[in-house]
């Protein structure tokens, strides 16, 4: 089974993708299936996703928003 963001764009672990709904950013740990959807986990938030709610992000996106005051505490 080949895991989706939301634009079809397969994601794999160490990818970096954001969360369409608050803008949260970071790389791809681990994934899980359950009765609700697949899910991903993030490394930045520690927190699990819906695959649907997730877009990839390149590189270069991706250390803008880690510079960005949303990855500081």
């Known amino acids: ?7 079809g764009k397969p994601i794999q672990k160490g990818v970096h ?3 369409t709904g608050t803008g949260s950013a970071g790389e791809v740990v681990d994934f899980r299936t359950d009765d609700n959807g697949t ?3 993030l490394d930045t938030t520690d927190l699990w996703y819906k695959t649907q709610s997730l877009e990839i992000i ?3 996106e991706y250390s803008k928003m880690k510079n960005h005051t949303i990855f500081k505490s």
């Open 1 to 7: 089974m080949e895991i989706e963001d939301v634009r």
């Open 39 to 41: 899910w991903v986990l």
């Open 17 to 19: 993708v954001r969360y």
């Open 58 to 60: 390149g590189e270069t």
